[in-house]
């Protein structure tokens, strides 16, 4: 199947390399196959491949090189540099690999102005009606059952479902996991996100995951920053102009896997929602440039709204997510006085029609998933 970063892989494979990383198992490997008619495609997990890769024996005269876990060879941007530096393009250059790829998109060091780089999110309800001609109700109802991963999705069956997410934790947590870092509990770490899949939408409490635990708040926050940066979780912080205050305030955690959810319908629909936000907050940064961040929004009164997109500065969507209340969220009214340069939404899952309150539009979560648009500023 065609994914929504298809378009914009290849128009930059043309002219500068192209890094492609995201959740294990989310498509990275079949995007990038089905780019162009001709490719080599060379994993360095392959011995084989890894004896190409350090001669430089493949095929010059094919259209597009993918390196798939490229990261993992020592010294692996200098070499990669120049390579680029002396053949250039063509033929293109695709990267895919895992979380450490993330690194160098913030920094870039020696590949600094050679590269683009794109985050590859798993399926929303918008790219399921494009691609697969679901409608947004069905494609809705189906990624709260299995999650949005392809294989799961595709396979609809709760099942497979099920036994997919286990081998996908247990790889994720006991190679990838290992690959990145020097940890032995194990087991702890695993508990966390048993912890975190239960806890989807609260504010978190570093100290209580600590006593949970029987380990230090730095050790909870050095776990959890492990587990993002292996795109298990995602951070949702609380907005504020400053952003340093935000950042010291605590964060709620949602999952890439929405199938992963532990909770209410309302846990695993405002998940859904959260992911849907960032995937194309994502996609309008790494397409356009755009300085983007997703937030949520509580003032000293405990009134609270979900989330608030941010693009280039400046508030967008304001978003409250939920399971069956139909009736308006007075939070809404007030955040939104405060920031008047934000739509206002509230996405209830099971509404019979639209119906809208001064600035306060609110839609079928469906209906919402499949129309919202964020764009870059001009």
Known sequence: MRRYLDEPLRKDIKEKIVILFGPRQVGKTTLSRQLVPSFVYLNFDSSEDR?????????????????????????WKSWIKGIYDTGGIPPGILITGSARLEALRRGGDSLAGRFYAFRLHPLTVKEICDVLGETPREALDRLLKFGGFPEPYLRKDEIAAKRWRRTHVDTIIREDLLDLEKVRDIKSIEILIDL????????????????????????????????????????????????????????????????????TIGAKLENTVALALLRDLHLLEDTTGSRVALHYLRDKEKNEVDFLTIVDGKPTLMVEVKAGDDSFSPPLFRFGARVPQAKLYQVVHDLRRRKSSGVVQMLSAHDFLNEFELKAKG
């Open 51 to 75: 004896k190409i890769i350090k001669r430089q024996e493949w095929d010059t005269k094919t259209d597009l090189l993918i390196f798939d876990e490229l990261h993992k060879m020592k010294n």
């Open 196 to 263: 975190l899949r239960s806890r989807v939408g609260w504010t978190t409490s570093f100290n209580a995951l600590a006593e949970d635990l029987h380990v230090s708040i730095h050790t909870v926050k050095h776990w959890i920053q492990i587990l993002e940066n292996l795109c298990v979780v995602f951070a949702v912080r609380p907005y504020h102009r400053n952003i340093s205050r935000s950042l010291l305030k605590e964060p709620k955690y949602y999952f890439y896997d929405t199938g992963a959810v532990d909770g």
